[in-house]
Nanobody, 115 residues
């Protein structure tokens, strides 16, 4: 079955950086478009970045130029490097198939940007 395990979140000051990781199993990872989603309190979950099988990438305008998504198909892992973090980036971050996610979601990893 599908398993997605996110890690790397934490508390960081505005302007700081974090690197998130997501280990996937039970999926044909190398042939799957993977994405990072986030959900803030009171808001719907949104897709902020995705990476295609050939490593092309797409970013939401809210994170473009600050976040970088990458993947390691040998490790079935997708990463999100987040730089120049802002308080508005505070959310629980999830990885999943994109743009149509699996019905299963991992536990996510909390990112809090605050001074």
């Amino acid at each position: 079955q599908v398993q997605l395990v996110e890690s790397g979140g934490g508390l960081v000051q505005p302007g700081g950086s974090l690197r998130l990781s997501c280990a996937a199993s039970g999926v044909a990872f190398s042939s799957t478009i993977m994405g990072w989603y986030r959900q803030s309190p009171g808001k719907q979950r949104e897709l902020v970045a995705r990476i295609y099988r050939g490593a092309s990438t797409y970013y939401d305008d809210s994170v473009k130029g600050r976040f970088t998504i990458s993947r390691d198909n040998a490790k079935n892992t997708v990463y999100l490097q987040m730089n120049s973090l802002k308080p508005d980036d505070t959310a629980v971050y999830y990885c999943n198939k994109a743009p149509e996610p699996y019905g299963y979601w991992g536990q996510g990893t909390q990112v809090t940007v605050s001074s």
